[in-house]
């Protein structure tokens, strides 16, 4: 049976994760969010600028049912369709609305059938990318590149009973704040650095889609376009 080890950054030591007690408007929906990440676990238990705990499990996923949005299958709008019906977006424009809408209907995976999901952490300055696209102001293109190249984090979300029921305490790791705090802010400023200088400067409308042009062709997740530009 295969076992992955999973890490969560937390202020408190978690021995037994409760599949009830999620919040439901995180980037999955309700869930229990975890890294395979030593390094990235500790930097999110310090999060708030204040001591914490690296919770460590291993996951018994041999029967579980795996959705990795990373694994070639997939691209970022199925990853921004999630992302839309989960958390809150500041829809400041017509355009916004209606691209959260349609992206929504064509793009949104049906997490019922799964358990656990792999995919991107949607930190601040993910997050701003994300609703920049939507509003129109970023292209398709920027949007993927940005999200490659900040290497803010991938996450392992458990979203069913099942796989809570298939994860084993094995114990927890301290984390300081004034170690990890400076690293948790100086990976996001990065992330918001490389955006401006390897993107930004060097964009180009040329054959670019933004989110309206999605919107005025009905383009779907099979459009050659839309697979050219996730390929680059």
Same mark, same amino acid.
């Given at each position: 049976m295969s076992t992955t080890q999973l890490f969560h950054g937390s202020d408190h030591i978690? +021995?037994?994760?409760?599949?009830? =007690?999620? @919040?439901r408007n995180n980037d999955y929906g309700r869930g229990f969010y975890c890294t395979r990440e030593l390094q990235m676990a500790m930097e999110w238990a310090c999060k708030q600028n204040t001591d914490g705990f690296v919770n460590k499990y291993a996951l018994e996923q041999g029967t579980l049912k795996v959705l990795n949005l990373l694994d070639g299958d997939y691209n970022i709008l199925h990853w921004m369709a999630l992302l839309l019906k989960n958390r809150t977006f500041? =829809?400041?424009? +017509?355009? &916004?609305? $209606? &691209? @959260? $809408?349609?992206i929504i209907d064509n793009f949104l995976i049906d997490l019922k059938y799964y $358990?656990?999901?792999?995919?991107? @952490?949607? $930190?601040?300055s993910y997050f701003s990318f994300a609703e920049s696209f939507v509003q129109n102001g970023l292209s398709l293109r920027s949007l993927n590149q940005a999200l490659r190249l900040g290497k803010l984090g991938e996450q392992t979300v458990l979203i069913s009973e099942? &796989?809570?029921?298939? =994860?084993? #305490? +094995?114990g927890a790791e301290s984390a300081d704040k004034t170690i990890y705090y400076?690293? #948790?802010?100086?990976?996001? #400023?990065?992330? @918001?650095e490389t955006y401006t200088k390897e993107i930004r400067k060097s964009r180009s409308y040329k054959d670019d889609i933004f989110v309206l042009d999605i919107l005025r062709e009905e383009?779907?997740?099979n459009d050659p376009r839309i697979q050219r530009i996730i390929s680059e």
């Open positions: 978690i +021995e037994k994760p409760d599949f009830h =007690l999620g @919040r500041r =829809l400041s424009n +017509e355009i &916004a609305v $209606d &691209a @959260r $809408d349609y $358990d656990v999901v792999v995919g991107y @952490r949607a $930190d601040d099942k &796989a809570f029921s298939s =994860l084993s #305490f +094995e400076p690293r #948790f802010i100086t990976r996001d #400023f990065r992330a @918001r383009m779907k997740n």
